[in-house]
């Protein structure tokens, strides 16, 4: 895949502004990082498809993973090149892929810009809103994994660090360990860009897990079905509608409950040895 980067350097992800901290005893002036939102244009040789609002960074990861969760492309050797250049406010991904493929998922065209996070909108169809998930199969975590997992997440999390308001996807091995993490204010985005990343690397989460810092949503399980993930974890807990999709899929769900971990019954996680 050629990619060509057609713009200057990117706007800042956690911009800084001024403000006052306000408390009982009194105000204080204050500086703060906020999330950057960009209106990210994707376009499917030439034509739009969809827009998404987004973090301006780790963008090459973003337009490959969506491309491959939407169902756009099975494999990122399937696109040809990919075209990322600046428009009035805004930034345009442009990628070369066959008309067929195009063709086959002009039913998930997006004719509506998505708010910040929004994974579905502008589906056409109730049909192509909820494709059916692909089955998923692998090596499940240990409880020990996931308690190392979920404690390693807010120390990686660096984008948070900076501005307390962007999402996290990141990818762990089956010992718990976090080897690749991505991070966006949208979390669909988030994981999109966690995909990109992996695809990217030549791999797929089946060896591993994903942990979200986000909701477990139906487009969440959707999205790692396409990457593989034999199991997906989440700060938050699941939707009914996530948890009948993962059960379809096969892909066990898990989420925190206050100290604990809720781990629920589309899969049996073995405890082992610390």
């Given at each position: 895949m050629e990619i060509r980067?057609?713009?200057?350097?990117?706007?800042?992800?956690?911009?800084?502004?001024?403000g006052s901290v306000v408390s009982r005893?009194?105000?204080?002036?204050?500086?703060?990082?906020?999330?950057?939102?960009t209106p990210l244009?994707?376009?499917?040789?030439?034509?739009?498809?969809a827009v998404m609002m987004g973090t301006p960074a780790d963008l090459e990861d973003f337009?490959?993973?969506?491309?491959?969760?939407?169902?756009?492309?099975?494999r990122v050797e399937e696109i040809a090149s990919l075209r990322i250049a600046e428009a009035r406010d805004g930034l345009v991904l442009n990628l070369r892929v066959d008309p067929a493929r195009v063709a086959a998922v002009e039913d998930r065209r997006r004719a509506l810009a998505g708010r910040a996070g929004c994974g579905v909108c502008g589906a056409q169809t109730i049909a192509a809103a909820l494709p059916r998930p692909p089955k998923v199969a692998g090596p499940l975590p240990s409880i020990g994994a996931?308690?190392?997992?979920?404690?390693a997440l807010p120390g990686l999390q660096a984008m948070n660090a900076e501005n307390r308001s962007t999402h996290a996807a990141a990818f762990c091995s089956l010992a718990g360990h976090i080897e690749q993490l991505r991070e966006d204010i949208g979390r669909h985005n988030a994981l999109d860009k966690l995909g990109g990343a992996l695809a990217r690397e030549g791999r797929n989460a089946a060896g591993g897990f994903i942990l979200l810092s986000s909701r477990i949503s139906v487009e969440m399980v959707q999205k790692a079905a396409v990457l593989g993930a034999p199991f997906l974890a989440a700060v938050s807990a699941p939707s009914a509608l996530a948890l009948r999709m993962?059960?379809?899929?096969g892909m066990g769900l898990a989420g925190l409950a206050g100290g604990d971990i809720m781990i629920f019954e589309t899969a049996s996680i073995r405890e082992t040895a610390a």
């Amino acid at each position: 895949m050629e990619i060509r980067r057609l713009t200057g350097a990117p706007p800042p992800h956690s911009p800084v502004v001024e403000g006052s901290v306000v408390s009982r005893d009194g105000s204080r002036a204050a500086v703060w990082r906020v999330p950057e939102e960009t209106p990210l244009a994707v376009l499917l040789n030439g034509e739009a498809f969809a827009v998404m609002m987004g973090t301006p960074a780790d963008l090459e990861d973003f337009a490959v993973g969506f491309a491959l969760t939407e169902g756009i492309v099975d494999r990122v050797e399937e696109i040809a090149s990919l075209r990322i250049a600046e428009a009035r406010d805004g930034l345009v991904l442009n990628l070369r892929v066959d008309p067929a493929r195009v063709a086959a998922v002009e039913d998930r065209r997006r004719a509506l810009a998505g708010r910040a996070g929004c994974g579905v909108c502008g589906a056409q169809t109730i049909a192509a809103a909820l494709p059916r998930p692909p089955k998923v199969a692998g090596p499940l975590p240990s409880i020990g994994a996931l308690h190392a997992a979920y404690a390693a997440l807010p120390g990686l999390q660096a984008m948070n660090a900076e501005n307390r308001s962007t999402h996290a996807a990141a990818f762990c091995s089956l010992a718990g360990h976090i080897e690749q993490l991505r991070e966006d204010i949208g979390r669909h985005n988030a994981l999109d860009k966690l995909g990109g990343a992996l695809a990217r690397e030549g791999r797929n989460a089946a060896g591993g897990f994903i942990l979200l810092s986000s909701r477990i949503s139906v487009e969440m399980v959707q999205k790692a079905a396409v990457l593989g993930a034999p199991f997906l974890a989440a700060v938050s807990a699941p939707s009914a509608l996530a948890l009948r999709m993962a059960r379809n899929a096969g892909m066990g769900l898990a989420g925190l409950a206050g100290g604990d971990i809720m781990i629920f019954e589309t899969a049996s996680i073995r405890e082992t040895a610390a």
